[in-house]
């Protein structure tokens, strides 16, 4: 496997190379439908350069279409044009109808439904819940089957860091997806966010125009409807970069996108920020003034904009001989006040305007005839009167430089929001801790944006390059591993300060002392939390986390310590308060003691405080939740060497696999499932012992022998030793088929499915060197069969290979359809299986069958950031913006021990040393540097 392009339609590209190479349709937008941002109400108007109407050049030469020669692809192009970024023309034409894709499966009744199974009555069920909750409760489901989110093709690289709240741009430029409330999203484009370039010879205006191919119907004394074949948008996350060229100007635009989000930074990462850098190349023989203006309404398109109260204000700010200005939009709603900072750096050579207030709803004609005069904006003193209800307000902020001739110029404007406050807990945003919390932060943030972003992105580039430019990586794959990472900061994540007063019992609840780095870990690093997916609204679902939870891991570690701190003391507590689950129908309480919760709760509610906001199933029973909590205890004191924290799991991985040996019915050291979908496919039933369940037990029973055997703990390990060694002769005998490991030991028609999951638990023992020698559970010979058979059937007997592995397929090779969920790809156990496939040696199998799911996303179905949890062959979806495929991360991690493990030494053995001492807790348990984590990046072998 090389590093080029597989298609001419790829991401991969040179500085000359335009995206697409100018034929046809560039990638990766081939075949949307919708291409409208929503909010506006037109249908999408996506010129072509053939049929463009160039109304809008009022002033400059006739349109001269140049096809598609690389927008600012000249030598010495000042900014870094990413190899494999995610890439498209803005004004990119569907190819062929896009696919008609419909959101969900639940029309279809599952095979073998019939009326007395207990599920059958989920759907009144659900609607009564439903009801309720919505209609009298009037508050909103935390997964809504009534009102799913529609699909929009649009999507780019979200602004801003870790935990303050995101802005998500298309790749047409628009600002579209809002989720400044924590965990809960507005969709919608709001047409006054814009920039606008204005240039100017000889002391005219010869060229004004928005940059957006959009043409609304308000601001209509603006200028728009820009040619979106002259620009390219490519994303590589976090940041994008969109090149225009401004026809008949000989002047290329590019505006850089930057957000911090880098690995290891724990106050940068969680700035509320963006930057947008504007690199101006004149091609002219001539100066040219050029001005960019960037307008942002007060608000984020949602009907609080319209509830009266808000203002705005300009300012400026000058520290550190960093001077920067702009307005400030003061959006005043009741919960979760903030303030929006729109900024500019000035510079000798760059001068700041601004319009402290307009009407977005209005014909903007104002606003363009003051830049369209002077090529700068009014510059009002003082603050803006308060909005009326129903008014609307927005703001713009410009910057101006000259460009000499064949020279190359910069302008760097910045986006902040403040909200310190968030509706639940009485906690303040992370950045507050840097920043503070009175709402006043928005100037400091901006010009801190404005004074580092040059850091941040030689910091970016310092983590990125060794992947980018290891020559034998395909280029999907550098674009699928950072572009997924979006869902870090989108996934409506929050990142929270502890209060200085905080004191342990309020964290821990009644009971609980062992948790002696609890409160020092929150302190430092704070609360991180991740939804399961933008539609389901459930913080850090425990089971999709495991396999997210690699990102985490490797790039921000303390973050993911912190999240399996907060899982502790919840596993610790209880919740005695009985509530029906919509399943079964059984009532039983929320929460179990020492038993690992779905999730820690809904953004809608109190999250921390109520945990379980998931009631489908009583999770109290469920298989792979403790198990997945004692995986990632020793995969990430592998991964980081935190002796602390390992001991202070300990118990909570005793309590935990206590628990569990209650699933162990016939006491043979293996658990057995109930018969219902007790795991995290919770719409696929298993009975008996199962590969999955049953493969994440032995590999959990190995991980307790290892850290027994760490911590000294004598009698632990020989008695988890004594289970392993029982359970791995019951494992093979019950579900060993000579091939595969049969998906469950009921002897029901479908218990020898092929589920493309069943090694899930060798992939963490690879991940965590427990799969060599003597450490080993399931035999090589077997894992390799298995791996085989499913790349046989489930990847390569699937949708002609080119769609990842189904999740659970028959021998003869048709999909198991005995539930929804069986005939679905998850692409999140995909990129699992293929890390799995790469830690056993099975490297171009790992890549093609990931592969099948990069494209499916990104390029056929236009879903990119928005990574869906699951699609069928056809035309369906489900999930739309989903948590688990984050564990593309465990590819690199598996890349990453390839390399290092042939020369280095195994970790170092926790035998007893001679002498009788036992390795020391601090002792190095696993591999340090990596390209993923902290060094550079080794090459794969043989890829
Ligand atoms: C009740 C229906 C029929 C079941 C039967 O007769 O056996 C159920 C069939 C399909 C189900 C829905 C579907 O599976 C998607 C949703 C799953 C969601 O749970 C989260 O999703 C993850 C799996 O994708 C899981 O790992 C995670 O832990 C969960 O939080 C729950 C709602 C579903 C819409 C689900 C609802 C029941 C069915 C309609």
Redesign the pocket.
Known sequence: MGGDDRDGASCAHSRQTPPGGGQGCPWPYPQYTDTHGGGTGTAPAIPTAGRHPWWGDRVGPSLTHRGQTPPGGTQGCPWPYPHSAASTSVGAQPGHPGPDLQQ???RR??P??AVH?P??W??CR?FRWWYKKTCIEKKSAF?D?MCAVPLQQIYGCPLGGIGGGTITRGWRGEFCRWQLNPGKYHYGTVIADQFTVCLRRKGQTVYQQVLSVEKPSTLQGWNWGYCGHYAFYHALYPRAWTVYELPGQNVVLTCRQVSPVIPHDYKDSSLPVAVFIWEVENGNEEPVEVSIMFSMQNGMGAKEDKSGGHWNEPFALQEGGERVAGVLLHHCTPTNPFTLAVAAREKAGTVVTHLTAFDPAGSGRDVWQDLLQDGKLESPTGESRATAKGEVTAAAVCATCTVPARGHQTLELALAWDMPRVHFGALGRRYTRFFGSDGDAAPALSRYALAHYEEWERKIDAWQKPVLENSQLPSWYKSALFNELYFMTDGGTVWLELPHDCLPQELQGPGVASLSHLLPVLREYGRFAYL?GQE?R?YN?Y??HFYASFALVMLWPKLQISLQYDIAVTVINEDVEPRQY??SGQTAQVKLKNVVP??IGDPDDEPWQHVNA?L?HDTANWKDLNLKFVLQVYRDYYLTHDAPYLRDMWPVCQAVMESELRFDTDNDGLIENGGF?DQ????W?VNGASAYCGGLWLAAVRMMCKMAEVLGDEETQQKYSGILQKGKEAFERMLWNGKYYNYDSSGSDTSSSIMSDQCAGQWFLGACGLDQGELEVFPKSHVISALQTIFEKNVMGFAGGTMGAVNGMRPDGVPDTS???SSEV?IGVVYALAATMIQEGMVQEGFHTAEGCYRTVWEQLGMAFQTP??YCEKKVY??LAYMRPLSIWSMQLALESRVGRAPCAPPPSSSPVPGGTKQSIGDSPGPVASAGRQGPCPVPPSL
């Open positions: 969900g499966d639940l009744a599952p073998g439904s199974h599920s059958s989920f759907p659900y997964i089957l399961e389901y459930m679902t089971d999709v919509l399943m779905h999730d998931y489908m979908a995290t496919y919770d719409a039933v539930s929804v969920q998850w949890e699951a489900r999930s």
